[in-house]
């Protein structure tokens, strides 16, 4: 059973350019979430996505955007990059209903991007 | 909303000695509490969580951790450490309705002393 996959592990970019990051979520899994962990932090929640809409979102500019295909993978979208962007970019899955929802995230093993 | 505080940013610990990693919570709602494990260019990795009933809940590689709801915590403990188990360790909190967003702790880096 294939967990949460992410990719690319690592990239670099430069200030002022797009990002795009994907994610696989683990099988059965129906709700996708991002964090951002920042070096020496915990990680930060940036949005979650459920039947292709963005459910909740955290306290992060617009520049940060994303989307859920039918088959219940996503993507992270960054704009106009800023060299505070630089973060391991986590996601997680999940069910979102209580009655399958046994509480935790799973998470990938992340998306390092270093902004230059 | 929620909040987490991890006093201890690192704990050193010698080899086989018992270690306990702190952590208290805020919330105005009902909680679930979790534990994950961070080793060195990895993801997360769930420790053990509480959802209800019994307060003492014993996760993965020997750790286990007590809910005090007066008090607001949720320390992590193991008896004896191993050296495998430096890492970071990271709190964290969710309201115990629907789906709602994890909210994490700073961390805590656990370093193991041969």
């Known amino acids: 059973d294939a967990g949460v996959t992410q990719s690319p592990t690592h990239l670099i970019k430069t200030r002022g350019q797009q990002v795009t990051l994907r994610c696989s979520p683990k099988?059965?899994?129906?709700?996708v979430s991002w964090y951002q962990q920042a070096l020496g932090q915990g990680p930060q929640f940036i949005f979650q996505?459920?039947?292709?809409?963005?459910?909740q979102r955290g306290n992060f500019p617009d520049r940060f955007s994303g989307h859920q295909f039918p088959n219940y993978s996503s993507e992270l979208n960054v704009n106009a990059l800023l060299l505070g962007d630089s973060a391991l970019y986590l996601c997680?899955?999940?069910?979102?209903?209580?009655?399958?929802?046994?509480?935790?995230?799973?998470f990938g093993e992340g998306s390092r991007l270093t902004v230059l | 909303a929620q909040s987490v505080t991890q006093l201890d940013s690192q704990v050193p610990v010698f080899e086989e000695a018992p270690v306990e990693l702190r952590c208290n919570y805020s919330?105005?709602?009902?909680?679930?509490l979790f534990w994950y494990v961070q080793y060195p260019n990895q993801g997360l990795q769930l420790l053990l969580k509480?959802?209800?009933?019994?307060?003492l809940v014993k996760g993965i590689n020997g750790f286990e951790a007590e809910f005090n709801k007066s008090q607001t915590s949720f320390h992590l403990r193991k008896p004896s450490v191993h050296i495998s188990d430096t890492a970071e360790y990271f709190c964290?909190?969710?309201?115990?309705?629907?789906?709602?967003?994890?909210?994490f702790g700073t961390g805590t880096r656990l370093t193991i002393i041969p």
């Open positions: 996505y459920y039947e292709e809409e963005e459910r």
């Open positions: 509480y959802l209800s009933g019994s307060t």
């Open positions: 964290a909190v969710r309201s115990n309705f629907g789906n709602e967003k994890l909210t």
């Open positions: 997680a899955s999940s069910f979102l209903w209580k009655e399958t929802n046994t509480g935790e995230l799973f």
């Open positions: 099988s059965g899994h129906d709700t």
């Open positions: 919330s105005s709602v009902s909680v679930y």
